[in-house]
């Protein structure tokens, strides 16, 4: 069984920066991609940031030119570089491992990212 830990979430304010991370444990190469994905209370959760294999990266209009994803596939671990945080991110964001391209099959627990006004 695949396992994905986030950290990194916390309480900042509006233009802040945060830096999400996801340790799997297993070697992250394998996956056709790893993507970061949030659900606000009483919203579906969306898709953020996908990263294939190949590197490949794709945003959600919303946070284009505010977040990057990166992976350090030594360390198994996929980040989230957040900046410019709005209230509107505030959100729990999941990581998951794809094992298609559009497919997620596994998940992390989720970190609470709360971007005060």
């Known amino acids: 069984q695949v396992q994905l830990v986030e950290s990194g979430g916390a309480l900042v304010q509006t233009g802040g920066s945060l830096r999400l991370s996801c340790v799997a444990s297993?070697?992250?190469?394998?996956?056709?991609?790893m993507g970061w994905y949030r659900q606000a209370p009483g919203e579906q959760r969306e898709l953020v940031a996908k990263m294939t294999r190949a590197g490949t990266r794709t945003y959600a209009d919303s946070v284009k030119g505010r977040f990057t994803i990166s992976k350090d596939e030594a360390k198994n671990t996929v980040y989230l570089q957040m900046d410019s945080l709005k209230p509107e991110d505030t959100a729990v964001y999941y990581c998951?491992?794809?094992?298609?391209?559009?497919?997620?099959?596994?998940w992390g627990q989720g970190t609470q990212v709360t971007v005060s006004s």
């Open positions: 297993t070697n992250i190469f394998g996956f056709a991609a």
């Open positions: 998951a491992a794809h094992n298609l391209i559009e497919t997620p099959r596994y």
